[in-house]
């Protein structure tokens, strides 16, 4: 007969307690910028010199989806970005659940969380808060803790098809 895989055990709790530690990262240090140093005061493009030039805090509004692309100004696109990242993150919760690599469960951890933290953010203010500023290092982008999530969630799972994959072990 046919046997179903078993899953990691412990591999989902591990998953989602990373997806919840990146949502809650996030959505603190969104509230910290936005709240405590009240840099939407000051309007697009305030600024808190950390490490000038390398690194800042600067906020940004980002209307667009990943990095400020394509940007999302109506109700209806920004309802459609919403509905996208929670359909990925539900597809990634349903593979979590089946997963039986920690890195996968990682990965999909760190997308998972970022993804709803920035839905939060679209869902609340029609945009997202964005602030981690490397500019001085050539990385013309500004971001958060969600984007960062979401792209080393990717990465990681890139790394896992690598490495991890039945044809990489052979």
């Known amino acids: ?13 591990y998953g ?3 997806a919840g530690v990146v949502l809650i990262l996030d959505q603190l240090s969104k509230y910290w910028i936005t709240q405590i140093l009240d840099l939407d ?3 697009p493009g305030a600024q808190v010199k ?10 940004v509004w980002n209307r667009g989806v990943s990095f400020g ?12 970005l919403i509905g996208f990242s929670l ?13 039986t690599r920690a890195l996968q469960a990682l990965a999909f951890g760190l997308i998972i969380g970022g993804a709803v933290g920035n839905v939060i953010d679209r869902a609340l203010y029609g945009a997202v808060v964005d602030f981690l500023d490397f500019s001085g290092l050539y990385f013309p982008y500004v971001f958060n ?3 960062a ?5 990717v990465a990681l799972l890139f790394a896992d098809l690598l490495f991890n994959s039945d044809d990489a072990r052979r």
């Open 149 to 153: 999530g979401i792209c080393v969630g």
């Open 16 to 18: 989602f307690t990373i």
């Open 87 to 99: 359909a990925v993150s539900a597809f990634l919760v349903v593979w979590m659940t089946k997963t």
């Open 145 to 147: 803790i969600a984007d």
């Open 41 to 43: 005061a000051g309007g």
């Open 1 to 13: 007969m046919f046997r179903r895989k078993r899953s990691g055990g412990l591999l989902p709790v």
């Open 50 to 59: 950390v490490l000038d030039p390398i690194f800042n805090l600067t906020m």
């Open 69 to 80: 692309l394509f940007t999302a100004d109506s109700l209806w696109q920004r309802s459609v």
